[in-house]
Structure formats: C-alpha cells, structure tokens
Antibody
Framework: EVQLVESGGGLVQPGGSLRLSCATS????????MHWVRQAPGKGLEYVSGISGNGGSTYYADSVKGRFTISRDNSEKTLFLQMGSLRVEDMAVYHC?????????????WGQGTLVTVSP | DIQMTQSPSTLSASVGDRVTITCRASQSISSWLAWYQQKAGKAPKLLIYKASYLESGVPSRFSGSGSGTEFTLTISTLQPDDFATYYCQHYKGYPPWTFGQGTKVEI
C-alpha cells in the first residue's frame, strides 16, 4: 500500500524557515517524480514544487521560487521542502503527492498534509 | 500561464441527481486534465485522468469528457458519499501546473 506521511509543520514567524518532510513507503520511491501542493485555510489547491525521480530536475511555482527548495533522499525514501523567507501568505496545509510515473503527469497518491502557520 | 476556471463554484443537489461540473482552460491542454475529489480535512483523491480515464477503484457513476479547452466531470447518480469539493488540474508540459478554484457539491 502506498503511504505518504508529511511532518515538520508548525508555527513560524514571518521571515523564518521551516523544513518539511514526506516519508514514503509501499512503492519504489526513486522511480517516481514527487510534488508538493498546498492549501491555504478555506482556499483551493495550489501547486508548489516538483522533483524528478533522480532529483536532477526541479520546478517551482513563481510564488515560492527563490525561497523554497525541494529535494529528496532516495536511500531514505523521503521528500523534503526547505522553506525560507516565509510570508503570511505561505500559511497552508502542505501535501506531498506522488506523480503517476517518472514523468510529469497527475497526482495519484496524496499525503494527509502538515500545517504551516506563519504569524508574528 | 494556463488558467483553469471551474463552474459553478457551488452546486446544490440531492441524492439521485445527475451533476455536471465544467472546467475551462485558458488555452488548449489537449486531454492533459485530471479531476480530484476532496472531503473536508482530507487529502484530495484522484478520480479521472487524461480527461476521461477513470482511476482504478473509482465508482463508474463518475465520468469525464472533453478536450482542448472545455471539460466536464459528471456524476450520473449522486450518492451521499459524493458531497465534497471537486478540483480540475491541467498537467500540460512541465510544472508548475494550475488547479481550478474548486466546485463544492452540497445538499
């Protein structure tokens, strides 16, 4: 069974940093692209970032480019999101999601998410 | 950037109704479209991919159609478990991709 479990969320002040993790199991992690998608309270889904299976290709939404860094540890089957220069508008539940394949397609499995709160 | 627009934003329906949600893309995305269902406090769940392909395990009352810029998600006979928010998402080319703003199906 595919499982994605996020952690690392919490309360941080504007301008601060946070590192999110997504521990995975039930599939060959290194052969799948992975993504982060967020959802602000009461709002819709927003794409954040994606990374290829070998980590060689990364993509970011304009809203986080230059502040967030996606990475992965294939030996530990874990996805990361390093978030810096956090803003109030970054406050959201952050979900990790598995791509359908090694390419760039849709999200066939999602984690429950971890809440990031940005407040003075 | 490709913009995705869903309509309606909210839909009131009853059990047994036929429900249709529309998603329009600001430019052609061929059939590179997915539909997700999200219940309050839960992770989204994939329903449809490549515009009309039903994900394994998803009930056959869900169907998708369309190509180019206009797409629809249809629930043929609404069940109590279907009251949720539905999102479309394009995946044309490389990320970042965009989602529609969501359609809440309520009683």
């Amino acid at each position: 069974e595919v499982q994605l479990v996020e952690s690392g969320g919490g309360l941080v002040q504007p301008g601060g940093s946070l590192r999110l993790s997504c521990a995975t199991s039930g599939f060959t992690f290194s052969t799948y692209a992975m993504h982060w998608v967020r959802q602000a309270p009461g709002k819709g889904l927003e794409y954040v970032s994606g990374i290829s299976g070998n980590g060689g290709s990364t993509y970011y939404a304009d809203s986080v480019k230059g502040r967030f860094t996606i990475s992965r540890d294939n030996s530990e089957k874990t996805l990361f999101l390093q978030m810096g220069s956090l803003r109030v508008e970054d406050m959201a539940v952050y979900h990790c999601a598995r791509d359908f394949s090694s390419g760039w397609y849709y999200f066939d499995h999602w984690g429950q998410g971890t809440l990031v709160t940005v407040s003075p | 950037d490709i913009q995705m627009t869903q309509s309606p934003s909210t839909l009131s329906a009853s059990v047994g109704d036929r429900v249709t949600i529309t998603c329009r893309a600001s430019q052609s995305i061929s059939s590179w479209l997915a539909w997700y269902q999200q219940k309050a406090g839960k992770a989204p769940k994939l329903l449809i991919y490549k515009a009309s392909y039903l994900e394994s395990g998803v009930p056959s009352r869900f169907s998708g159609s369309g190509s180019g810029t206009e797409f629809t998600l249809t629930i043929s006979t609404l069940q109590p478990d279907d009251f949720a928010t539905y999102y479309c998402q394009h995946y044309k080319g490389y990320p970042p991709w965009t989602f529609g703003q969501g359609t809440k199906v309520e009683i």
